[in-house]
């Protein structure tokens, strides 16, 4: 059974201050890594897909990467607008639906 | 282009009742995925329909069923509703099955309060 840990599960920073948010998995044969955004009362905004280990990719002022065990969202220089919750999920070989871990809540103070 | 539309955004409903919730995925996509979120439990996955084909089940109880039509627009209908089923309920677009190579876009989801 596919696990996914997210940490930590709150977060506060600092406008400007930069940091980074973890997602452990554990798959049988990883098929693709997913970040979703969410904020209060609102649908998962799409931002990455990473499929293999050492891929980046960046959006602003956000940047994914991927090893063999886990996935960092590194935000650099964090605005009050980038406050919501941040979800990872992980597809995989052995199980078809994707399964999300339970997000990190990010606040970023002016 | 447009996105993904789940309507009604709110509803609720009394213990015992049944609810149908509606999900229009962007154009063009087959793969339409449910979702109960709540603060205990997160997002678990109810179902997966591919055109009109329900691909994947979750491990939730046969009062939670679902369709899709042939225009991929899809229902979710919750029978004999209980206090537990109060959620947001989201619904994913993608074009091709989830759970592939491709990302899936989720809806604005549909807040369900059961009393």
């Known amino acids: 059974e596919d696990q996914v840990t997210q940490s930590p599960e709150a977060l506060r920073l600092q406008e400007g201050e930069s940091s980074s948010l973890n997602c452990s998995y554990t798959?049988?044969?990883?098929?693709?890594l997913f970040w979703y955004r969410q904020d209060p009362g609102k649908g998962p905004e799409f931002l990455f897909t990473?499929?293999?280990a050492g891929e980046e990719k960046e959006k602003e002022r956000l940047k994914a990467t991927l090893t063999k065990k886990e996935s960092f969202l590194h935000i650099t220089a964090p605005k009050p607008e980038d406050s919501a919750t941040y979800l990872c999920?992980?597809?995989?070989?052995?199980?078809?639906?994707?399964?999300f871990g339970r997000g990190t809540s990010l606040i970023v103070h002016p | 282009k447009a996105g993904v539309t789940q309507t009604p955004r709110y509803l609720i409903k009394t213990r015992g009742q049944q609810v149908t919730l509606s999900c229009s995925p962007i154009?063009?996509?087959?793969?339409v995925s449910w979702y109960q979120q709540t603060p205990g439990q997160g997002l678990q996955f109810l179902f997966e329909?591919?055109?009109?084909?329900?691909?994947n089940k979750g491990n939730f109880p046969g009062r939670f069923s679902g369709r899709q039509f042939s225009n991929s627009r899809s229902e979710m209908n919750v029978s004999t509703l209980e206090l537990g089923d109060s959620a947001l309920y989201l619904c994913?677009?993608?074009?091709?099955?989830?759970?592939?190579?491709?990302?899936?876009?989720f809806g604005q989801g549909t807040r369900l309060t059961v009393v």
């Open positions: 994913a677009s993608s074009n091709e099955a989830w759970g592939g190579t491709t990302e899936a876009f």
């Open positions: 329909y591919f055109s009109e084909t329900q691909r």
């Open positions: 990473l499929y293999s």
């Open positions: 999920a992980v597809a995989s070989g052995g199980s078809y639906i994707p399964t």
């Open positions: 154009s063009g996509h087959r793969s």
């Open positions: 798959v049988s044969g990883l098929r693709g």
